[in-house]
């Protein structure tokens, strides 16, 4: 009998070890958005960083690339620290740039079969350069977040578009399933799920924004139910991003950092379109002050 119970619970284990690393996660992240400061920006340094680095290997582009594109990311982070975000931006930009002329000048792993030097260099290049932007600039738009009147609700607002999207997606297409949302780029993934992600993230965060607002007169808040929806939709096309680059780099996921996740990348796929757009949304109306 004790034989039988074997093979259910060791199935069982991938779902509890996901489970129980994504409270560990959201645990750690609350933490650090509600201390904000350093300890905020050491989380974000962190992060951006491993990401990085998960990149460069996951596209080939060799060790000199991934650390000259390390030392730019901690050099935008700690202009950040020193709250010039403006330097930081145009670090991030003009980086890219520099690094993509470097990758492609030193070269790289091939991209695909019978590819020919040009080419590699190119493609090289090119991923070396929207490295730093993938990893650099959702880390200027949350610090920057971060540091504004109602940055602390701002962030949070963001990060639950994201969850909520990401974990109701998760259980609402496996207990409902059908058809697969882009089966091309990730099998696993159904439109139901998706659907449920963004209602839910409709739900939870324009909900928690509105109660927010409420306390402060409640101005405006209907925005943010929309904001919660469109944010979401991102938070779903960043995971299905990811998923296309993992599937051409022919690597399940970017790291193994992460029990029951992977790597920092596909834990923070969904945020980086979310963090950039959030913040832009928020620059622009002065929300959070």
Known sequence: ?????????????????????????????????????????????????IMFAEWAVMHGLGRLVMRAGLAILAGVIMLMALG?????????????????VFAATLGSKPAAAGAVRGQIDSIGGRFAAAGILYCGLPAVSLIWLRGLTLGLEAVIFLLLCVWAADIIAFFTGRALGGPKLAPAISPNKTWSGAIGGVLGAIVIAGGT???????????????????AGALAVLSVLGDLLESGLKRRAGVKDSGSLLPGHGGVMDRLDGLVPVAIAGASVFALTGWAG
């Open 84 to 100: 010039r975000w403006n330097e930081a931006l145009l670090l991030t930009g003009f980086g890219a740039m520099i690094l993509g």
């Open 209 to 227: 924004a509105a109660l927010w607002l409420t306390g402060l007169g409640g101005k405006g808040f209907g925005w943010f139910f929309a904001l």
């Open 1 to 49: 009998m004790a034989g039988a119970d074997t093979p259910p619970a060791r199935a069982g284990n991938p779902l509890l070890k996901r489970i129980v690393t994504g409270v560990v996660l959201i645990i750690v992240a609350l933490a650090a958005v509600r201390f904000g400061g350093s300890f905020f920006t050491a989380l974000i340094a962190v992060a951006t960083l």
